[in-house]
């Protein structure tokens, strides 16, 4: 079984639309991320969290929202979608000791007509 | 400026070339620096960090110019089963910055 896991992996929505993206992880790690990836960009960070108490905004926050419901559990949400957030996200996680080694989950594709 | 530059490729090569992927990085007070792979349409993977003294991993070594604030990798011998991006990472205030990456494809 995947250590780290999303769903969906492919989802289709249309603009104004409230959706959630999932991350899960067995690894037992305190820092767990959120990334989206657009072409000629690279990867860019959404949000972050240290432990579960511990919610941080990233280079490109706006529009998202997020919930670590648990250490094991960092979700993603787009209130209201919008067509320039189609890209392709990802969920990572860390250990405390070496948070400079980042476990990705498979990815989500999302799709905002 | 993007805080860290990758020329973004293609690189096509044969099998068994050299090739050689330079990124730079714009603030000095960048801590630690990594070079990941990414396969296509799959996650990143750490492929090796990058230290001052430079480090080799079998056919893969990694150079880092702390006063040009340049990171390199070499892939010696290349095989099909390089072909992926590569993507330039540097650590910065705890959180990560990737480079855009560089697409390898290698030919038979």
């Known amino acids: 079984d995947a250590d780290v896991t999303q769903t969906p992996r492919n989802r289709i929505t249309k603009t104004g639309k409230r959706i959630m993206l999932e991350c899960s992880q067995t690894k037992g790690h305190d820092r767990m991320y959120w990334y989206r990836q657009d072409p000629g960009l690279g990867l860019r960070l959404i949000y972050y969290s240290f432990d579960v108490k511990d919610i941080n905004k990233g280079e490109i926050s706006d529009g998202y929202s997020v919930s670590r419901q648990a250490q094991a559990k960092f979700s993603l949400s787009l209130e209201s979608a919008i067509p320039n957030q189609t890209a392709l996200y990802f969920c990572a996680t860390s250990p405390r000791q070496q948070q400079e080694t980042q476990y990705f989950g498979p990815g989500t594709r999302l799709l905002v007509l | 400026r993007k805080e860290v530059e990758q020329d973004p490729g293609p690189f096509n090569v044969p099998e068994g070339a050299t090739v050689a992927f330079n990124c730079t990085y714009s603030n000095s007070a960048s801590q630690s620096f990594f070079w990941y792979r990414q396969d296509c349409r799959k996650e990143p993977k750490l492929l090796m960090s990058?230290?001052?003294s430079g480090n080799e991993d079998g056919r893969f070594t990694a150079q880092l110019n702390r006063a040009s604030q340049y990171i390199s990798l070499l892939i010696r011998d290349s095989k099909l089963s390089d072909s992926a991006t590569y993507l330039c990472?540097?650590?910065?205030?705890?959180?990560?910055?990737f480079g855009q990456g560089t697409e390898l494809s290698v030919k038979p």
């Open positions: 990472v540097v650590k910065l205030g705890g959180k990560l910055i």
């Open positions: 990058v230290y001052s």
